[in-house]
């Protein structure tokens, strides 16, 4: 027996045993978690650095403080969410009452990624444990100090038969989706949930799939050019655009086209001064093959502004792009990166239809002050 049997038979032995299913129970363990990571912020915090370069307000902002909200959200309504709920009954089963009941599935299965390797492990790990589960959290490997703080973190609050965190590569990943578990939830890229979900059809496990996709922003000749070009920086720039609803694309009415590239020009400035390479607020790319798939998509499309390069950091200035061939990777790919393709529209209708052509986006954002 391995160590991944080994650890889900305890797991399995743990959870029969009815430890997990008191509420006030749960809701210790939800407190326990929250007091670990504030006493670990400080680790936490130059973890995220190191794997990502972002800043201390970043890294709070998007992987801690979200988590602490959720934890707080959480306890205060999980008595409710567990209550059962009255529902019709059928006539055939008059004069019965029927209810439905919430039940903790089991033992669950988190595989997370490495643009924001803390959240995304610990925001589904909340709502397992608020469940009643016992849970395996499986961080990527890119992330490497992150993941290494984690499973320091969880190995110090819970004992491993009721969570768990393995490190590794594919290799670990094969194994842990060779085994059956009540429930996976996945967060990445889209090749990589399509091997999961048919891993885990094998044995008619559920999954959830959080994937990513390229999403755009429509930016109608009707709105504060000012503002949009401000916040869609803000959104592109975000942990150097390694974020799966970042602005990915921007299809703009071409009569203020010019005009939202200055503004933009401007916002970037703003926000990162004339060299953004040496601004410690922009984060790095995570690793070197990812650089170099960014740096080639970037000679796909016509630089209008900014995309220093520093190989030594992997630190990309944020890039405004024109004239990129629609049949591009460039444009056929989630960027995943500070990149930002401009293309103008004529009409509302053709933009609608140039992204009704694609696949779905993960999010869409409009900007407009034409309430029709």
């Known amino acids: 027996m391995n160590e991944v049997q080994l650890c ?9 045993s009815g430890t997990t299913l008191p509420i006030a129970w749960r809701k210790e363990q939800l407190k326990n978690l929250k007091a670990g990571i504030l006493s670990h912020e400080p680790m936490i915090l130059e973890a995220l650095s190191l794997d990502l370069g972002k800043s201390d307000f970043e890294g709070y902002a998007t992987e801690l403080g979200v988590i602490y909200e959720q934890i707080d959200y959480t306890l205060k309504h999980i008595d409710r969410f567990s209550d059962k709920k009255r529902i019709r009954s059928s006539l055939i089963s008059f004069p019965s009452k029927a209810y439905t009941v919430a039940q903790p599935l089991g033992v669950v299965l988190i595989m997370s990624p490495w643009n924001y390797p803390f959240h995304l492990s610990i925001a589904p790990l909340v709502s397992a444990m608020a469940a009643g589960n016992c849970a395996i959290v499986k961080p990527s490997r890119y992330s490497a100090y992150t993941s290494k703080v984690l499973k320091t ?33 996945f967060t990445g890229s889209p090749h990589v949930g399509k091997i999961v979900m048919e891993k885990a059809s094998r044995t008619l496990t559920p999954v959830t799939l959080e994937l990513g996709g390229k999403s755009p922003v429509i930016v109608d000749a009707h709105c504060n050019i000012s503002l949009a070009a401000r916040r869609i920086v803000w959104g592109k720039c975000l942990n150097a655009g390694q974020t799966c609803i970042a602005p990915d694309y921007v299809l703009v009415h071409k009569s203020v086209q010019k005009l939202l590239i200055e503004e933009m020009k401007q916002a970037i400035t703003a926000m990162y001064g004339s060299d953004p390479l040496h601004n410690e607020e922009l984060g790095h790319i995570i690793n070197d093959k990812h ?37 591009s990777d460039l444009m056929q790919q989630e960027i995943f990166g500070p990149l930002l393709p401009i293309i103008a529209y004529n009409t509302f209708s053709e933009a609608v239809a140039f992204v009704a052509q694609r696949p779905h986006p993960l999010a869409l954002y409009l900007f407009s002050e034409d309430k029709e």
Request: aromatic share 12%; glycine share 8%; charged share 20%.
């Open 153 to 185: 973190l969880l190995a110090k609050l819970f004992p491993s038969n009721y969570i768990a965190t393995f490190e590794g590569g594919s290799e670990m990943n094969q194994e842990l989706l060779s085994h059956r578990f009540d429930h996976i939830f």
């Open 8 to 16: 889900m038979s305890e797991m399995r032995t743990f959870f029969a």
């Open 291 to 327: 650089f170099s798939r960014l740096v080639t998509l970037m000679g796909q499309g016509k630089l209008a502004w900014g995309g220093q390069l520093d190989p030594k950091t992997r630190k990309i200035a944020p890039a405004i792009l024109v004239d990129v061939p629609l049949d």
